[in-house]
């Protein structure tokens, strides 16, 4: 194999994988609040739902097609909120670097075409289906 540079980094695909290794705690799952109404005979929660007790935190995240739950004080809430947060936006960074990379992607591949003189630059962009109704039925 003919050995040829590596290829110049994109500057967003660079910066985007800059951001991604900026690691920091993150989680996958879902906060949830609520109040409850206790059994204590004459306690106003059993008459006022703004009497009722709370709010109480839980996670819940699946882990390998099971979904689990924990209790959480309101301060571990508060972190674990900030965590389903820069979840998310590690998520949507992934999905951004995705992007970029694939459009670096076709990129190379309009660079080889253009210098093989078969594709026009900017050419439009062809969906082929290909159709594999090649019917091998054993007779
Ligand atoms: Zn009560």
Known sequence: MATSPPPA???RVRHLATELADAKPMRRGSLSERTVKCSKPGCACAQDPKARHGPYYSFTHAVGGKTHSR???TEQAALV???IDAGHQFRSRVDALWEASEQWA???????SASSGEAKKGGSR?????KLSRKSRPS
């Open 81 to 83: 909120r900030q965590q």
């Open 9 to 11: 980094v994109p500057s």
């Open 126 to 130: 062809r969906v082929s289906k290909t």
């Open 71 to 73: 209790f959480l004080t």
């Open 106 to 112: 076709d990129s190379q591949l309009t660079d080889i």
